[in-house]
């Protein structure tokens, strides 16, 4: 129930949310801060199909810390997770023992009942427009994993939906809201001049972790990428992203490095700024924070455009690693409906 105002308001009642999707770590995180994480329940080392992931024990480290706290900002905001849903029920069970989450749902439909708000964490992109349509025809405030979906069609789609509906949408890497590359970004600023490189290195694949480099790119440059160039060496796969001014971001994924670590260099003519953190626990926190804000003021903090625009980078990054040539970026703003905010159906 919402009120008039169509935010969510049940006699001063947090928001509730649905999650919809457990088969990565961001379930786990986002309902702990969200909701709390019971100590008589161990947090998992592994996920349900065994693959061990050191954001574990991260999140679950910082979550205790933050608990323990003079002012402990646990939950983090005004809403906990009341619903969720799991193609792995007894995992959803897990993550409803140790939250206090009140409904383990039959399926991803139900979880978006008789909820204020929706968070589609499901690990494969292929099943994000099946399971979004079903909250962003309710209209609901939706938030849908990165990457979005496995084609800029599918992902065109899902913003049709949600502005067919009226429901607010985005996706996004959590490191946006990252502290440390934030406090980076404000140092870029007070630079003279404008930032002309940028360098990163990011763990893990491009295929599964190419948004976030790209995202981080984004940052600093922006996301009007004119062209991309991939290549390959063993355990990496580095890119190299071009703007129409001349600037130029280098992308370097780290296959073989599965703790999660992130460096960013960002050069002018004059200066360098950079920083290397090696515990994301604290992005994920504050993108729990600001979900949270999200839920009550319905406004998407990342736009329709700039999500579809980082679609389009990526598919070229992954076009040009399977080719090795250089791949143009098509503008994502071709068929840009002004007046919806999302891609007319017609572009």
């Known amino acids: 129930m919402k009120d008039v105002t169509g935010r969510p308001g049940r006699d001063g009642a947090p928001a509730r949310i649905g999650v919809i999707g457990t088969d990565n770590s961001h379930a786990y995180a986002y309902s702990a801060f969200l909701n709390g994480w019971a100590d008589s329940e161990p947090v998992p080392t592994r996920l349900p199909d065994g693959t061990s992931v050191p954001d574990m024990y991260l999140w679950a480290a910082l979550h205790g810390r933050l608990r323990n706290a003079a002012r402990s900002p646990v939950p983090a905001g005004d809403a906990r997770v009341t619903a969720i849903w799991s193609d792995d029920r007894r995992d959803a069970e897990r993550v409803a023992r140790a939250c206090g989450i009140d409904r383990v749902c039959a399926s991803p439909r139900e979880a978006c009942e008789d909820v ?31 990457p979005l979906a496995e084609s800029f069609e599918a992902g065109r789609s899902i913003f049709e939906l949600a502005a067919d509906h009226g429901a607010p949408c985005y996706t996004g890497s959590s490191l946006r809201w990252s502290p440390e590359l934030l406090t980076v970004r404000d140092a870029v600023r007070r630079r003279p001049g404008p930032p002309r490189t940028v360098s990163i290195q990011c763990p893990l694949s491009i295929e599964l972790y190419g948004i976030h480099g790209v995202e981080m790119a984004n940052m600093f440059l922006g996301s009007a990428v004119d062209s991309v160039q991939s290549l390959t060496a063993s355990g990496r796969q580095i890119t190299v992203l071009e703007y129409p001014d001349g600037s130029s971001a280098l992308i370097e994924n780290l296959e073989y490095l599965a703790w999660p670590t992130y460096s960013v260099l960002v050069g002018g003519e004059t200066w360098h700024e950079g920083t290397t953190f090696h515990d994301p626990s604290g992005t994920s926190y504050e993108f729990v924070r600001r979900f949270v804000q999200f839920v009550h003021d319905r406004v998407p903090p990342v736009s329709a455009r700039e999500s579809l625009s980082l679609i389009r980078i990526v598919d070229a990054i992954l076009a040009s690693h399977e080719t090795g040539r250089r791949v143009s970026v098509t503008s994502a703003d071709e068929g840009f409906d002004r007046r919806s905010g999302v891609m007319s159906s017609h572009g």
């Open 116 to 146: 204020d708000a929706v968070m589609v964490l499901s690990k494969e992109p292929s099943t994000h427009l099946e399971y979004a349509r079903l909250s962003l025809q309710q209209g609901l405030p939706t938030y849908v994993d990165k």
